[in-house]
């Protein structure tokens, strides 16, 4: 079972599910991520094992396709989109195995699981403010640094605080292809200010 246990990344071209899938690979599972026909090739080339793309289609027609694949072998499973994807995404979770799904983009109530499955949330201030929580960070700066995980692509506005509501359209229009963005600040102003 663990040379051949899956990782389901719902969400692979999210910022948050191209490290997750990075480090899913890294960690030796199999990892099958749902993205979209324009960003297809960037979730395969960090390293995930089946693509599956999502383009006019149903998010329980894509559970079967994910179950088709994972054949009761997914043991980990991380959903980055909704409510009805993190449905859909632990119906496909190994029904025998120990399991973990930790349905990130879904707010508190969590959702009912099967009772192999572990349901882990992450409340992203608290994760922060942990001390423990800095082991993660260094590790990942490792990896980083050693070129085995590759941080997303980002794409900066470079003209400061106007440029924010045009940012969060184009965020919110899914315009994003998996790149990260940044506002960029000026300073020269802010010290202007303070003299
Ligand atoms: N709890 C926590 O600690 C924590 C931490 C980090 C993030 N999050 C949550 O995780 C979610 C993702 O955050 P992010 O900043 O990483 O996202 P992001 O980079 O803004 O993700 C945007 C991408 O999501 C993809 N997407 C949209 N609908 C989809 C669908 N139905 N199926 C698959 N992919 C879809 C689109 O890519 P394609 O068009 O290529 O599919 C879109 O470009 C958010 O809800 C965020 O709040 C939670």
Known sequence: MKDRRYALIWGGSTITGQYAIQIAVEAGYRVIAVASERTR????DLGAHHVITRDGRTPADIADEIRSIGQNKIVLGIDLVGPQTATHGLSCLSKSHPARFAPLAVPAPPIAAPSNVEIVNVEMKRFVLDPESRQYAVHLADLVGQGRVKVPKVIVLPGGLQEVEAGLTRVRNGDMGG??????FGTSKLSTDRT
């Open 41 to 44: 090739r960037r979730v395969s």
């Open 179 to 184: 790149s990260k963005l940044v506002v960029r």
